[in-house]
Nanobody
Framework: VQLVESGGGLVRAGGTLRLSCAAS????????MGWYRQAPGKQRELVAD???????NYADSVKGRFTISRDNAKNTVYLQKTSLKPENTAVYYC????????????????WGQGTQVTVSS
């Protein structure tokens, strides 16, 4: 299973950014897809995730500003980020949990390479 993120970049405070993450690899089902971030000198933390039936979970710090969505047919997850703040600067990682392939293989979790998001003040 491969995860490819896109949509990162440099944005000014108050701006908007949309991240995308596409999973590939003959996938039958993905239980949950989500976004994590890691700022310099800090641990990786959950930003938001979504189950295959649309149950979502957000970090308190992003509630009301970030929206996660999934396109199960495309095995893709999105993160719409609004009202960005400099403290949102981090490398954002996509994670797929509970992946089952069409060949019956099961992967507990897979991670993308990460995409840098920088918010300038």
């Amino acid at each position: 299973v491969q995860l490819v993120e896109s949509g990162g970049g440099l944005v000014r405070a108050g701006g908007t950014l949309r991240l995308s993450c596409a999973a590939s690899g003959s996938i039958a089902n993905i239980n949950a897809m989500g976004w994590y971030r890691q700022a310099p000198g800090k641990q990786r933390e959950l930003v938001a995730d979504s189950t295959s039936v649309g149950v979502t979970n957000y970090a308190d710090s992003v509630k009301g500003r970030f929206t996660i969505s999934r396109d199960n047919a495309k095995n893709t997850v999105y993160l719409q980020k609004t009202s960005l703040k400099p403290e949102n600067t981090a490398v954002y990682y996509c994670k797929a949990a509970g992946v089952t392939t069409n060949r019956g293989w099961y992967a507990p979790s897979s991670w993308g390479q990460g995409t840098q998001v920088t918010v300038s003040s």
